[in-house]
């Protein structure tokens, strides 16, 4: 059993952070104890804390499923975070603000391009397929994942990133909502423009092979501490490029294949 009085602080201290937007150095340096394990117990927590102030679960979103981040973030595993309502930025929001990610809300804010699915049907268990999730998904979109480490410099053990959420931080859902039998997932590719030049390209296959592959992972993740994906929540199935910072002033393009582009404006 964990530590209630460790996981009680850790999440206090992480939503703290996130809410007054300062950076913590590593939790795992002072607290060795803090591996996946305990950090699922601390993510936990902060969703409870978050339900409790009125925040909705609205899904979870993968981590660290394609190499390119693996190797970056130097943590070799798959991880999963909640997603609630107030991480949705909306359209509308975006419009409000000149086409840019509100960056008062956050601390360090990066983006990445992804395939974000909407669910039909719950979706659970250790041994669930990638066809269950293939019957599971309702639409598929083009994703913008918002990433947003409470620690320095994105710097973090997988205990610590766990327990923050996957740096979770908000997400822009793209312009168009397809069948998945219309798609070939693996082979939907991202074009990365920063001001107007390619940084970045992938398709869907640099994430664990394909995304619904990612997203049963998520499934698995999600079973060992008894949880499960319900119909209509939404599933961020992870980076399939690295992140870029979105320092004020870029403006960043993700075009996909077929699912559309989103577009953030630099200043
Ligand atoms: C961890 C979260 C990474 C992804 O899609 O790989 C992530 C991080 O890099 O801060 O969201």
Do not use: C
């Given at each position: 059993?964990?530590?209630?009085?460790?996981?009680?602080?850790?999440?206090?201290?992480?939503?703290?952070a996130?809410?007054?937007?300062?950076n913590?150095?590593?939790?795992?340096?002072?607290?060795p104890?803090?591996?996946?394990?305990?950090?699922?117990?601390v993510?936990?927590?902060?969703?409870?804390?978050?339900?409790?102030?009125?925040?909705?679960l609205v899904?979870?979103k993968?981590?660290?499923?394609?190499?390119a981040?693996?190797?970056?973030?130097?943590?070799?595993?798959?991880?999963?975070?909640?997603?609630t309502?107030?991480?949705?930025?909306?359209?509308?929001?975006l419009?409000a603000?000149?086409?840019?990610?509100?960056?008062?809300?956050?601390?360090h804010?990066?983006?990445?391009?992804?395939?974000?699915?909407?669910?039909?049907?719950?979706?659970?268990?250790?041994?669930?397929?990638t066809?269950?999730?293939?019957?599971?998904?309702?639409?598929?979109?083009?994703g913008?994942?918002?990433i947003?480490?409470r620690?320095?410099?994105?710097?973090f053990?997988?205990?610590?990133?766990?327990?923050?959420?996957?740096?979770g931080?908000?997400?822009?859902?793209?312009?168009?909502?397809?069948?998945?039998d219309?798609?070939d997932l693996?082979?939907?590719?991202?074009?990365?423009?920063?001001?107007?030049?390619?940084?970045d390209?992938?398709?869907?296959a640099?994430?664990?092979?394909?995304?619904?592959?990612?997203?049963?992972?998520?499934?698995?993740l999600l079973?060992?501490?008894?949880?499960?994906?319900?119909a209509?929540?939404?599933v961020l199935?992870?980076?399939?490029?690295?992140?870029?910072?979105?320092?004020?002033?870029?403006?960043?393009?993700?075009h996909?294949?077929?699912?559309?582009?989103?577009?953030?404006r630099?200043?």
């Amino acid at each position: 059993m964990p530590n209630t009085a460790l996981v009680e602080e850790l999440a206090t201290t992480l939503i703290r952070a996130e809410d007054e937007r300062q950076n913590l150095t590593s939790l795992a340096d002072q607290h060795p104890e803090l591996d996946e394990e305990l950090g699922y117990a601390v993510q936990d927590r902060t969703l409870q804390l978050r339900e409790a102030r009125g925040e909705q679960l609205v899904g979870i979103k993968l981590g660290l499923t394609s190499k390119a981040k693996q190797q970056r973030m130097n943590v070799d595993t798959p991880i999963v975070g909640w997603l609630t309502n107030v991480h949705r930025i909306t359209d509308a929001q975006l419009a409000a603000n000149d086409g840019r990610i509100p960056e008062d809300l956050f601390i360090h804010p990066r983006v990445e391009p992804e395939i974000f699915v909407t669910l039909k049907h719950d979706l659970e268990g250790a041994d669930v397929t990638t066809e269950d999730v293939r019957a599971a998904i309702d639409k598929v979109y083009a994703g913008l994942d918002v990433i947003d480490s409470r620690y320095q410099d994105f710097r973090f053990t997988l205990g610590d990133v766990v327990a923050d959420n996957a740096s979770g931080a908000g997400f822009v859902l793209g312009p168009i909502g397809l069948n998945v039998d219309d798609l070939d997932l693996a082979l939907e590719a991202v074009v990365v423009e920063v001001d107007g030049e390619v940084v970045d390209t992938a398709t869907g296959a640099a994430i664990l092979g394909h995304p619904l592959n990612a997203i049963a992972e998520g499934v698995r993740l999600l079973a060992r501490r008894g949880r499960k994906l319900e119909a209509g929540q939404i599933v961020l199935a992870g980076a399939m490029t690295d992140a870029v910072a979105t320092n004020v002033g870029r403006s960043i393009t993700f075009h996909f294949t077929n699912l559309g582009s989103i577009r953030l404006r630099g200043t």
